[in-house]
């Protein structure tokens, strides 16, 4: 289920935007970000829209996950 980034406290956004650009094996190619440049472009994403934030029901997570990527998704009720 998509979550819409603006039904999320600030604090918790942020917490999640954290959690996911600091995940090991995230890869930013050939570039060297700092922590608040890569919060800083998640937000943009979100904003922009290409990148959504996804909650899981089977896992209780929530993922952000590139809008483009969400096809690739097999979502429960999809089934």
Known sequence: MEIPY???ES???RNLVEE???REGTDYGTH???LHDKVR???HQ???GSAVIV???ESE???IEARERLSQWKLPSES
């Open 20 to 22: 996911f650009v600091t």
């Open 32 to 34: 060297v970000y700092n």
């Open 6 to 8: 603006t039904l999320l």
């Open 55 to 57: 909650y899981d029901s």
């Open 11 to 13: 604090d918790t956004l």
């Open 61 to 63: 997570t929530c993922h």
């Open 41 to 43: 472009h998640v937000f």
């Open 46 to 48: 979100l904003e922009q």
